[in-house]
């Protein structure tokens, strides 16, 4: 069982940036892999980002490759989501979710956080 609160959401201008953190409790964090996902209105929930454990393996969405990176700092029990170049079709609450190890598929992670909204204005 963890508790994941994810913070750093907001408004922000296209082609602007912001940077999403999750902290984790109450599971070793370093063992599990983390994800981030995202979710518009009238959309499914879809991947973002991967990362595993030891932080070596990431993947990403065709959607955001070569504008966001994901990141890990076990120390803090935090994974991070840098987010650049951001464009409208970003626009969606973005969640962290906490699994075994990276997958592209919702189903696939255990443990979810509330979400932080982010908003990209044209």
């Known amino acids: 069982q963890v508790r994941l609160v994810e913070s750093g959401g907001g408004l922000v201008q296209a082609g602007g940036s912001l940077r999403l953190s999750c902290a984790a409790f109450?599971?070793?964090?370093?063992?599990?892999?983390m994800g981030w996902f995202r979710q518009a209105p009238g959309k499914d929930r879809e991947f973002v980002a991967t990362?595993?454990?030891?932080?070596?393996?990431?993947y990403y969405a065709d959607s955001v490759k070569g504008r966001f990176t994901i990141s890990r700092d076990n120390a803090k029990n935090t994974v991070y989501l840098q987010m650049n170049s951001l464009e409208s079709d970003d626009t969606a609450v973005y969640y962290c979710a906490q699994g075994i190890s990276p997958n592209r598929d919702v189903g696939a992670y255990t443990d979810w956080g509330q979400g932080t909204q982010v908003t990209v204005s044209s």
């Open positions: 990362i595993s454990g030891s932080g070596q393996g990431t």
């Open positions: 109450g599971r070793t964090f370093s063992k599990q892999a």
